[in-house]
């Protein structure tokens, strides 16, 4: 399972909301500037997510894009959700014989498991360095 870029880079969108979280709204503008992205990347990529709910946009001079929820209620699993699809290491589960299938399905459920006990609170609070902040397991 390959994450894409839509992917990455709609997560670093929700990362940096939550970092901002019950303050001003922020533009897509600043989120590409701080992070060296497409601008119009980004414009195409929040669109699913206000769809989805997991993001509000705010018209005005001081306009731009809030989380539409706490982040820790936020999880990565719902963004990746929304950006890719449904989580599958493998096209057609049906296909595989029953050692591999049973295999596909725990590397899946292990990639849910990940994805849906990290919260955008968990990651937006991360820092470089700090290895007791939050560990990741598989």
């Known amino acids: 399972m390959k994450i894409s870029t ?4 709609g997560l670093t969108i929700m ?3 939550a970092k901002k979280y019950g303050d ?4 897509l503008r600043s989120i ?3 992070n060296n992205l497409s601008e119009h990347y980004l414009e195409q990529l929040v669109t699913p997510l206000r769809n989805a709910g997991l993001v509000k946009s705010i018209r005005g001079a001081y306009g731009g894009y809030v989380l539409a929820d706490h982040p820790a209620k936020i999880t990565a699993g719902d963004v990746i959700r929304v950006l890719e699809g449904p989580i599958s290491p ?3 589960l049906d296909e595989e014989e029953p050692a591999k299938r049973e ?3 725990r590397v899946r459920d292990a990639v849910e498991e990940v994805l849906d006990s990290t919260t955008l609170e968990d990651l937006a ?4 360095g700090d290895n007791e902040s939050y560990m990741f397991y598989i």
């Open 6 to 9: 839509k992917g990455r880079y």
């Open 15 to 17: 990362i940096e909301l």
């Open 24 to 27: 001003r709204p922020i533009s």
């Open 32 to 34: 590409a500037k701080a």
């Open 90 to 92: 493998v096209e057609e």
């Open 103 to 105: 295999l596909w399905i």
């Open 125 to 128: 609070k991360y820092s470089e």
